[in-house]
């Protein structure tokens, strides 16, 4: 987090950076400071001071959310804690929109791996038809079916052995008659 100090802020200030955010902010001077037992913002500003950085929590008095971050000068001396607080009923709307808006992100995602998926399928799978075809050709005897090249690489490898099977074959069967011819 980098936060940009303020040397003297009023009240003012405070309260309209609040309603730009939609929370209520309050900055404590960190000299003045003196933590009420009763605030159940007290918790964070001793979690923040025992220098474990800023501090987020549910407060069950009143259902909101908090939190406590140290602001510091450039040198790393503590001026001041600025709190944050959320009503629930805000963070809740703000949590739905977030959680529609990220449901939104997977279905579109989703669909989109699908479609492509499908797509790439079909890809694959058009020239392994085509192979197929082509092999029930063969395996009928009909050797002058060529076997075209094809990609992808592993199907353009598979449509060559099987073109060089196809030429072994043929080489084979004139070898066979040849020989069948003499006798």
Do not use: C, K
């Not at 009240?11 to 730009?20: F, P």
């Not at 009923?89 to 992100?105: Q, Y």
């Not at 199907?155 to 052995?161: C, N, P, R």
């Amino acid at each position: 987090w980098q936060v940009g100090v303020l040397r003297q802020g009023s009240g003012a200030l405070i309260e309209d950076l609040g309603r730009q955010v939609n929370a209520r902010l309050a900055l404590h001077n960190y000299i003045t400071y003196q933590a009420p037992p009763e605030d159940p913002l007290t918790a964070l500003h001793t979690a923040v001071l025992s220098g474990t950085g800023a501090r987020a929590a549910h407060l069950a008095a009143g259902d909101d959310f908090a939190a406590s971050i140290p602001v510091s000068t450039a040198s790393g001396e503590l001026v001041a804690l600025l709190d944050a607080r959320l009503p629930g009923r805000e963070f809740a709307s703000i949590t739905t929109g977030f959680n529609h808006l990220l449901l939104t992100i997977a279905v579109i995602v989703s669909l989109i791996a699908g479609i492509g998926g499908l797509l790439y399928g079909r890809w694959l799978a058009r020239p392994v038809v085509q192979l197929r075809d082509v092999a029930r050709r063969i395996g009928r005897g009909e050797l002058s079916a060529s076997v075209p090249p094809m990609a992808p690489l592993e199907v353009g490898a598979l449509a060559a052995s099987m073109d060089e099977m196809r030429h072994n074959l043929l080489s084979l069967t004139e070898t066979l008659r040849r020989r069948e011819a003499e006798a």
